[in-house]
Nanobody, 121 residues
Framework: QVQLVESGGGLVQPGGSLRLSCAAS????????MGWYRQAPGQQRELVAS???????EYSDSVKGRFTISRDNSKNTVYLQMDSLKPEDTAVYSC???????????????WGQGTQVTVSS
């Protein structure tokens, strides 16, 4: 099995910064796309940022210019640097990864347990 574990969440004041990390472990042969999602109570989960294996990135309009996604393929880890945080960014942030566990070109999307990010004074 594959596990994704997020870290780095917490409480931060508006305008502050946080850096989230998500490390994948287990029977991993390869990882394709990785991404960060967030979900606030009563709202749908939304894609915040994603990155391909070769480093191409996409961002939601609400975080563009403030968040930066990156990855370290040697560590099977994806990061989310969050700057200029706003109260509206408060949510549970979860990472995802498309993982190949064998050599049959079959990818399975896995999810982390989520980490709470709270932006408040």
């Amino acid at each position: 099995q594959v596990q994704l574990v997020e870290s780095g969440g917490g409480l931060v004041q508006p305008g502050g910064s946080l850096r989230l990390s998500c490390a994948a472990s287990g029977a991993i042969v390869a990882i394709n796309d990785m991404g960060w999602y967030r979900q606030a109570p009563g709202q749908q989960r939304e894609l915040v940022a994603s990155t391909t294996k070769d480093g191409r990135t996409e961002y939601s309009d609400s975080v563009k210019g403030r968040f930066t996604i990156s990855r370290d393929n040697s560590k099977n880890t994806v990061y989310l640097q969050m700057d200029s945080l706003k109260p509206e960014d408060t949510a549970v942030y979860s990472c995802s990864a498309a993982v190949r566990e064998g050599w049959r070109y079959i990818y399975t999307k896995y999810w982390g347990q989520g980490t709470q990010v709270t932006v408040s004074s």
